[in-house]
């Protein structure tokens, strides 16, 4: 008799804990091969530190580029030379905002493709 009701209290722990499963977070329907519906809690996939850093080095080259472009090398240049004379602050944005090869790789590319672009409009 014991053992009967120490599986009937495991049994019930399991359904506790997947009760709190299904109403903690999203949930997605599945059909069983014998047409019963079933819910399944969705797997949550983290953000992790390793694709955040990715996405913000990817924001600050594309926006590198995007003023690389918009003002012209020349200017640009003399842009960040005013940046390095500054506060701490300012010469340490003056040194990640340096035009890098790959800045310059970039806004080269953009160059070509624009007067592909234009080229074939013609």
């Known amino acids: 008799m014991g053992?009967?009701?120490?599986?009937?209290?495991r049994r019930l722990d399991r359904i506790g804990r997947a009760h709190a499963?299904?109403?903690?977070g999203p949930v997605k329907a599945r059909v069983?091969?014998?047409?019963?519906?079933?819910?399944v809690p969705k797997r949550h996939v983290p953000f992790s530190s390793f694709k955040l850093l990715v996405?913000?080095?990817?924001c600050a080259l594309i926006l590198k580029t995007?003023?690389?472009?918009?003002?012209?090398a020349g200017v640009y240049e003399q842009r960040v030379q005013m940046l390095?004379?500054?506060?701490?602050?300012e010469r340490a944005g003056a040194w990640?905002?340096?035009?890098?090869?790959?800045?310059r790789g970039l806004a080269w590319a953009f160059y070509d493709t624009v007067a592909?672009?234009?080229?074939?409009a013609l």
């Open 84 to 89: 390095a004379q500054g506060t701490p602050a």
């Open 116 to 120: 592909a672009v234009r080229r074939q």
């Open 32 to 39: 069983a091969p014998d047409g019963l519906i079933m819910l």
């Open 66 to 72: 995007s003023l690389f472009i918009a003002m012209g």
């Open 21 to 24: 499963r299904l109403s903690s």
């Open 96 to 103: 990640a905002l340096q035009a890098d090869p790959v800045t």
């Open 3 to 9: 053992h009967t009701i120490q599986d009937f209290h």
């Open 55 to 58: 996405l913000v080095l990817a």
